[in-house]
């Protein structure tokens, strides 16, 4: 009998590699070298991890923001008798998205930055795997419609959102007629219990100390004030096609259940697993069918229970920013996005208290309004994302004076 042969490997472009997503994913291929190859790595000024990464997988590309950077991984990789070609600037990370020999784009960069690759990868019909949930946050409609017209298949990866996706069928225009509602669970982060009034002392390394996941430091303030959960509301209204009023979101302190969609005839269905983005990034990579991630089995029987709680809006108060946003005028969730990059940067400088995060983010929600059309192009959405930071800024330096 002759033998069937090998699959053809996917070759994947991972922009923002060096990042906790990024090196999850690396984790993840190097399991499967037999399905997956590295095509294109990209960071933004973690030279020396992207060397090694380099030098393990041996990419056709490597991206950097900065030039000179970009001179030193070449010069390094050349010496060492690599033959990646290292490219430099933004266009670079488009142009790697929408490389014709790229079958799969991991988004994991963090931020607005990563909406324009996103698009070109959406654009150029690739399978486009989504750790990057401001891409839908800032691009929302606009970005929905390129994957629409470029045929990309959109598969997402935060846990929360690869969760839902797990729950619904294959056949995307079932899910109308079957979801009543869908709960993103949300562990309350490491101060779920914690006296309100001390949340003003609150540090840095404090804010990034999450209790169950291993996660990057923008992402796990985020998490600290329960925006990365306003965040993930927004994104899955894109994702899912749901008005504000059918996605609500519960406290869920053991991260065991990632969420769950509560069907019509009001069964619930729910995705279980061990707190680690190996799981939803294996399944993107494999959909649908299901490969080994990495990540431990549940021992049931070695768990006490699973507790709900709904979340606390005076300990959190920029969640209710989600619903608030989604029912406002266009460019509002662009806004928010833009604020809250700003206000977690001074945050993490040492420039505002972490109660002021939200000051912020509400203040600018009041302050910046948005022109007709803000949402029409990435030119425009970028320009209002741009007006927002100014604005932010400014308003922060009156915040530490």
Not at 164 to 188: K, M, N, V, Y
Not at 281 to 287: D, M, N, R, T, V
Not at 331 to 336: A, D, P, V, Y
């Amino acid at each position: 009998m002759t033998s069937l042969p090998p699959p053809t490997r996917q070759r994947v472009c991972i922009l923002g590699a060096t990042g906790s997503v990024g090196t999850s994913t690396l984790d993840v291929i190097g399991r499967h070298p037999e399905r997956f190859e590295v095509f294109a790595l990209t960071a933004h000024s973690r030279v020396e991890e992207l060397f090694q990464q380099c030098l393990k997988w041996k990419p056709h590309f490597a991206a950097l923001p900065d030039a000179a950077q970009a001179r030193d991984l070449r010069s390094r990789l050349q010496a060492q008798g690599v033959a990646t070609e290292v490219l430099a600037g933004p266009a670079a990370l488009c142009e790697l998205a929408a490389h014709p020999e790229v079958d799969s784009v991991m988004a994991a960069i963090v931020g607005a930055a990563g909406l324009p690759p996103c698009l070109a990868a959406a654009h150029a019909g690739k399978r486009l795997l989504l750790a990057n949930k401001e891409a839908l946050v800032v691009g929302g409609g606009l970005f929905m419609q390129a994957v629409k017209r470029g045929g990309a298949t959109l598969l997402p990866i935060d846990s929360e959102h690869s969760a839902i996706f797990q729950c619904l069928p294959e056949d995307r225009s079932a899910w109308a007629s079957r979801i009543d509602h869908i709960l993103l669970t949300a562990s309350g982060g490491p101060f779920r219990t914690r006296d309100v009034a001390t949340l003003k002392d609150v540090t840095p390394d404090q804010a990034c100390a999450h209790p169950n996941w291993v996660m990057g430091r923008k992402i796990s303030v985020d998490s600290a004030t329960m925006m990365n959960k306003a965040l993930e509301v927004i994104e899955a209204r894109w994702l899912f096609d749901l008005t504000p009023e059918r996605i609500r979101v519960v406290v869920h302190p053991q991260s065991i259940i990632h969420s769950m969609v509560v069907c019509r005839d009001n069964s619930v269905l729910a995705q279980l697993g061990t707190p680690d983005m190996r799981v939803p990034i294996a399944y993107g990579l494999s959909f649908p069918q299901r490969i080994e991630s990495g990540a431990g089995q549940l021992d049931f029987g070695r768990m006490a229970s699973l507790s709900f709680e709904p979340p606390d809006h005076a300990r959190c108060p920029g969640l209710a920013l989600a619903w608030e946003t989604l029912r406002g005028p266009e460019g509002s969730t662009t806004i928010l996005n833009a604020a809250n990059e700003v206000a977690v940067a001074a945050f993490l400088a040492g420039t505002i208290r972490f109660d002021q995060i939200h000051s912020v983010n509400a203040r600018m929600l009041e302050r910046v309004s948005a022109q007709a059309g803000a949402c029409d192009s990435i030119e425009a959405l970028l320009e209002l994302d741009a007006q927002t930071r100014t604005e932010a800024l400014q308003f922060v330096k009156g915040l530490s004076a």
